[in-house]
Protein backbone atom coordinates (compact mmCIF):
# COMPACT_ATOMS: atom_id res chain seq x y z
CA UNK A 1 0.00 0.00 0.00
CA UNK A 2 3.00 2.21 -0.77
CA UNK A 3 3.57 4.72 -3.62
CA UNK A 4 6.87 7.11 -2.42
CA UNK A 5 4.59 8.48 -0.07
CA UNK A 6 3.87 6.52 3.09
CA UNK A 7 0.80 5.10 4.58
CA UNK A 8 -0.58 8.25 6.50
CA UNK A 9 0.08 9.41 10.31
CA UNK A 10 3.22 10.17 11.91
CA UNK A 11 6.16 11.85 10.53
CA UNK A 12 8.27 10.15 7.75
CA UNK A 13 11.58 10.22 10.35
CA UNK A 14 9.49 8.07 12.62
CA UNK A 15 8.24 5.33 9.51
CA UNK A 16 11.49 4.84 8.78
CA UNK A 17 12.51 3.05 12.84
CA UNK A 18 8.99 1.88 14.32
CA UNK A 19 5.81 2.71 12.64
CA UNK A 20 3.43 5.05 10.72
CA UNK A 21 0.01 4.45 10.72
CA UNK A 22 -3.29 4.68 9.41
CA UNK A 23 -6.16 6.77 11.02
CA UNK A 24 -9.10 4.80 12.40
CA UNK A 25 -11.50 5.63 9.80
CA UNK A 26 -13.90 3.68 7.95
CA UNK A 27 -11.52 0.92 6.66
CA UNK A 28 -9.22 1.14 9.14
CA UNK A 29 -11.27 0.48 12.15
CA UNK A 30 -12.60 -2.77 10.11
CA UNK A 31 -8.74 -3.79 10.22
CA UNK A 32 -8.97 -2.99 14.10
CA UNK A 33 -12.09 -5.11 14.79
CA UNK A 34 -10.75 -8.17 13.20
CA UNK A 35 -7.37 -7.70 15.33
CA UNK A 36 -9.46 -7.60 18.42
CA UNK A 37 -11.69 -10.34 17.21
CA UNK A 38 -9.66 -13.10 15.45
CA UNK A 39 -5.96 -11.76 17.21
CA UNK A 40 -6.65 -11.20 20.43
CA UNK A 41 -9.91 -12.50 21.38
CA UNK A 42 -9.16 -13.72 25.68
CA UNK A 43 -6.05 -12.10 26.03
CA UNK A 44 -5.10 -10.41 29.38
CA UNK A 45 -2.26 -8.47 28.65
CA UNK A 46 -1.56 -6.78 25.46
CA UNK A 47 1.02 -4.81 23.68
CA UNK A 48 0.45 -2.41 20.46
CA UNK A 49 3.33 -2.20 18.59
CA UNK A 50 3.63 1.65 17.19
CA UNK A 51 0.44 2.53 19.26
CA UNK A 52 0.32 6.01 17.28
CA UNK A 53 -2.19 7.81 19.15
CA UNK A 54 -3.98 4.80 20.75
CA UNK A 55 -7.17 3.99 18.69
CA UNK A 56 -6.48 0.55 18.56
CA UNK A 57 -5.39 0.59 22.39
CA UNK A 58 -8.45 2.30 23.05
CA UNK A 59 -10.82 -0.44 21.47
CA UNK A 60 -8.98 -3.01 23.13
CA UNK A 61 -9.45 -1.30 26.28
CA UNK A 62 -13.37 -2.29 26.09
CA UNK A 63 -12.42 -5.57 27.37
CA UNK A 64 -12.58 -5.62 31.00
CA UNK A 65 -9.67 -6.58 33.10
CA UNK A 66 -7.36 -6.24 30.58
CA UNK A 67 -3.81 -4.63 30.86
CA UNK A 68 -2.62 -2.55 28.21
CA UNK A 69 0.74 -1.45 26.71
CA UNK A 70 1.98 0.73 23.66
CA UNK A 71 5.38 1.63 22.26
CA UNK A 72 5.95 4.30 19.37
CA UNK A 73 8.42 6.60 18.93
CA UNK A 74 6.73 9.71 18.31
CA UNK A 75 6.25 11.92 21.56
CA UNK A 76 3.33 13.60 20.11
CA UNK A 77 1.27 10.72 19.61
CA UNK A 78 1.69 9.04 22.72
CA UNK A 79 0.73 12.36 24.80
CA UNK A 80 -2.47 11.96 22.47
CA UNK A 81 -2.73 8.73 23.30
CA UNK A 82 -2.26 10.15 27.30
CA UNK A 83 -5.45 12.17 26.76
CA UNK A 84 -8.23 9.15 26.07
CA UNK A 85 -9.45 8.31 29.38
CA UNK A 86 -9.74 5.02 28.43
CA UNK A 87 -5.97 4.71 28.56
CA UNK A 88 -5.39 6.11 32.10
CA UNK A 89 -3.90 2.58 33.30
CA UNK A 90 -1.82 1.54 30.13
CA UNK A 91 1.49 1.93 29.85
CA UNK A 92 2.57 4.35 27.21
CA UNK A 93 6.16 4.20 26.55
CA UNK A 94 8.51 6.16 23.95
CA UNK A 95 10.86 3.35 22.30
CA UNK A 96 11.91 1.20 18.94
CA UNK A 97 10.71 -2.30 18.04
CA UNK A 98 13.82 -3.32 18.28
CA UNK A 99 14.59 -2.72 21.92
CA UNK A 100 11.65 -2.71 22.98
CA UNK A 101 11.29 -1.44 27.15
CA UNK A 102 9.67 -4.40 28.43
CA UNK A 103 10.58 -7.52 30.50
CA UNK A 104 10.84 -11.17 28.76
CA UNK A 105 7.21 -12.42 28.77
CA UNK A 106 5.50 -9.39 29.87
CA UNK A 107 2.55 -9.81 27.41
CA UNK A 108 0.44 -12.85 25.73
CA UNK A 109 -0.43 -10.71 23.05
CA UNK A 110 1.12 -8.30 20.72
CA UNK A 111 -1.12 -6.28 18.08
CA UNK A 112 0.47 -4.43 15.00
CA UNK A 113 -1.77 -2.14 12.93
CA UNK A 114 -0.39 -1.11 9.86
CA UNK A 115 2.99 -0.63 10.85
CA UNK A 116 5.14 -3.83 11.02
CA UNK A 117 5.08 -3.73 7.47
CA UNK A 118 7.22 -0.74 7.43
CA UNK A 119 10.00 -1.54 10.28
CA UNK A 120 13.58 -1.76 9.34
CA UNK A 121 15.27 -4.69 11.06
CA UNK A 122 12.77 -7.44 10.96
CA UNK A 123 14.42 -9.95 12.41
CA UNK A 124 15.60 -8.08 15.76
CA UNK A 125 11.65 -6.97 16.11
CA UNK A 126 10.72 -10.25 15.81
CA UNK A 127 13.24 -11.57 18.02
CA UNK A 128 11.95 -8.80 20.31
CA UNK A 129 8.36 -9.33 20.08
CA UNK A 130 9.58 -13.02 20.74
CA UNK A 131 11.20 -12.19 24.29
CA UNK A 132 8.36 -10.01 25.58
CA UNK A 133 5.45 -12.73 24.79
CA UNK A 134 4.94 -15.24 27.38
CA UNK A 135 4.99 -19.11 25.12
CA UNK A 136 1.99 -19.43 23.80
CA UNK A 137 1.26 -15.86 23.40
CA UNK A 138 0.20 -14.87 19.94
CA UNK A 139 1.31 -12.22 17.42
CA UNK A 140 -1.29 -10.15 15.16
CA UNK A 141 -0.94 -7.42 12.61
CA UNK A 142 -2.60 -5.95 9.81
CA UNK A 143 -0.55 -5.67 6.66
CA UNK A 144 -2.00 -3.81 3.33
CA UNK A 145 -2.55 -5.94 0.34
CA UNK A 146 -3.41 -3.61 -2.08
CA UNK A 147 -5.97 -2.77 -4.71
CA UNK A 148 -8.93 -4.70 -5.71
CA UNK A 149 -8.36 -4.61 -9.15
CA UNK A 150 -9.72 -2.05 -11.62
CA UNK A 151 -11.20 0.38 -9.70
CA UNK A 152 -10.22 4.02 -7.86
CA UNK A 153 -8.05 3.15 -5.65
CA UNK A 154 -5.83 1.81 -8.04
CA UNK A 155 -5.97 4.63 -10.12
CA UNK A 156 -4.52 6.62 -7.41
CA UNK A 157 -1.88 4.75 -6.32
CA UNK A 158 -1.33 4.92 -10.12
CA UNK A 159 -1.28 8.92 -10.31
CA UNK A 160 0.52 9.27 -7.12
CA UNK A 161 3.45 6.97 -8.09
CA UNK A 162 3.35 9.08 -11.65
CA UNK A 163 3.15 12.33 -9.52
CA UNK A 164 5.93 11.36 -6.63
CA UNK A 165 8.08 9.76 -9.36
CA UNK A 166 8.07 13.47 -11.04
CA UNK A 167 9.46 15.41 -7.37
CA UNK A 168 12.99 15.75 -6.85
CA UNK A 169 15.21 13.19 -5.27
CA UNK A 170 15.79 15.03 -2.01
CA UNK A 171 12.02 15.29 -1.66
CA UNK A 172 11.48 11.55 -2.20
CA UNK A 173 10.52 9.11 0.70
CA UNK A 174 13.01 6.20 0.25
CA UNK A 175 11.67 3.00 0.65
CA UNK A 176 10.21 1.28 3.96
CA UNK A 177 10.28 -2.14 5.90
CA UNK A 178 10.40 -5.21 4.86
CA UNK A 179 8.81 -6.65 1.25
CA UNK A 180 8.62 -9.84 2.94
CA UNK A 181 5.84 -8.88 5.76
CA UNK A 182 3.78 -8.46 2.98
CA UNK A 183 2.79 -12.01 2.07
CA UNK A 184 2.32 -15.01 4.81
CA UNK A 185 5.24 -17.20 2.98
CA UNK A 186 7.72 -14.51 3.73
CA UNK A 187 6.18 -13.49 7.43
CA UNK A 188 6.63 -16.87 7.80
CA UNK A 189 10.49 -16.51 6.51
CA UNK A 190 10.63 -14.27 9.64
CA UNK A 191 8.68 -15.26 12.43
CA UNK A 192 10.03 -18.77 12.13
CA UNK A 193 13.24 -18.55 13.33
CA UNK A 194 12.21 -16.32 16.60
CA UNK A 195 9.94 -18.84 17.67
CA UNK A 196 6.46 -18.67 15.89
CA UNK A 197 4.53 -21.24 14.74
CA UNK A 198 2.52 -20.88 10.93
CA UNK A 199 1.10 -18.37 10.15
CA UNK A 200 -2.33 -17.98 9.48
CA UNK A 201 -3.62 -15.40 6.92
CA UNK A 202 -7.23 -13.82 6.04
CA UNK A 203 -7.32 -11.24 3.55
CA UNK A 204 -9.98 -8.78 4.24
CA UNK A 205 -11.63 -6.61 1.43
CA UNK A 206 -12.25 -2.59 2.50
CA UNK A 207 -14.86 -1.30 0.56
CA UNK A 208 -15.07 2.69 -0.12
CA UNK A 209 -17.22 3.14 -2.68
CA UNK A 210 -18.92 5.98 -3.05
CA UNK A 211 -19.65 9.87 -4.32
CA UNK A 212 -15.96 10.96 -6.09
CA UNK A 213 -15.28 13.32 -3.64
CA UNK A 214 -15.89 10.90 -0.71
CA UNK A 215 -13.52 8.12 -2.71
CA UNK A 216 -10.54 10.94 -2.85
CA UNK A 217 -10.87 11.90 0.81
CA UNK A 218 -10.62 8.62 1.70
CA UNK A 219 -7.99 7.64 -0.51
CA UNK A 220 -5.56 10.35 0.17
CA UNK A 221 -6.60 10.22 3.48
CA UNK A 222 -5.03 6.53 3.60
CA UNK A 223 -1.24 8.63 2.60
CA UNK A 224 0.64 10.76 3.70
CA UNK A 225 0.99 13.50 1.10
CA UNK A 226 4.10 15.66 2.97
CA UNK A 227 6.44 15.61 0.02
CA UNK A 228 3.67 17.18 -2.24
CA UNK A 229 3.06 20.91 -2.13
CA UNK A 230 -0.18 22.25 -2.30
CA UNK A 231 -0.16 22.80 -5.96
CA UNK A 232 0.81 19.41 -6.88
CA UNK A 233 -2.04 17.82 -4.93
CA UNK A 234 -4.62 19.80 -6.22
CA UNK A 235 -3.23 18.74 -9.71
CA UNK A 236 -3.18 15.29 -8.48
CA UNK A 237 -6.90 15.42 -7.59
CA UNK A 238 -8.46 17.08 -10.67
CA UNK A 239 -6.59 14.24 -12.64
CA UNK A 240 -7.91 12.05 -10.24
CA UNK A 241 -11.00 13.14 -10.60
CA UNK A 242 -11.27 13.61 -14.39
CA UNK A 243 -10.32 9.84 -14.74
CA UNK A 244 -12.14 7.85 -12.17
CA UNK A 245 -15.47 9.61 -13.87
CA UNK A 246 -15.68 6.85 -16.87
CA UNK A 247 -15.90 4.33 -13.78
CA UNK A 248 -18.46 6.76 -12.37
CA UNK A 249 -22.09 4.69 -11.86
CA UNK A 250 -25.35 6.56 -12.81
CA UNK A 251 -26.13 7.02 -9.05
CA UNK A 252 -23.03 8.89 -8.83
CA UNK A 253 -20.79 6.17 -6.86
CA UNK A 254 -17.47 5.48 -7.28
CA UNK A 255 -15.99 1.19 -7.23
CA UNK A 256 -13.18 1.92 -5.15
CA UNK A 257 -12.15 -1.29 -2.76
CA UNK A 258 -8.54 -2.44 -1.40
CA UNK A 259 -7.47 -5.63 0.69
CA UNK A 260 -6.18 -5.85 3.96
CA UNK A 261 -4.18 -9.01 5.55
CA UNK A 262 -4.77 -10.01 9.02
CA UNK A 263 -1.69 -12.29 10.36
CA UNK A 264 -1.46 -14.43 13.22
CA UNK A 265 0.79 -16.60 14.70
CA UNK A 266 1.74 -18.16 18.11
CA UNK A 267 4.97 -17.92 19.91
CA UNK A 268 5.86 -21.74 20.63
CA UNK A 269 5.69 -23.58 24.07
CA UNK A 270 9.15 -24.16 25.10
CA UNK A 271 10.40 -27.73 25.60
CA UNK A 272 12.61 -28.88 28.01
CA UNK A 273 14.53 -32.06 27.50
CA UNK A 274 15.82 -34.78 30.23
CA UNK A 275 18.85 -35.45 30.03
CA UNK A 276 19.96 -38.80 31.71
CA UNK A 277 23.66 -39.39 31.76
Given amino acids: MRAAAVPRSGSRARARSTSVRAPLGPASSTAARALCR ?32 GVDLSPQSLALARRRPALSGARLEEGRAQELPFAD ?22 AEIARVLSPGG ?4 VVGG ?3 GGEAYGRFVRLLRSTVGELPASRRIPALGDRRTRSREGLGE ?49 TFFAEVG ?8 VPCGFKIHVATARLREKTVQNLSC
Fill in 105 to 126: GSFDACVSHMALMLMGEIEQVA
Fill in 246 to 253: EMTAPDGQ
Fill in 38 to 69: TGVAGSRQVLDLGCGDGLLLELLSRSDGRQLA
Fill in 138 to 141: VLAC
Fill in 190 to 238: ILGPAGFSAVDWETIPIDLSGPVAQVWTAVSGLYDLGPLDRATVERLRE
Fill in 146 to 148: GAV
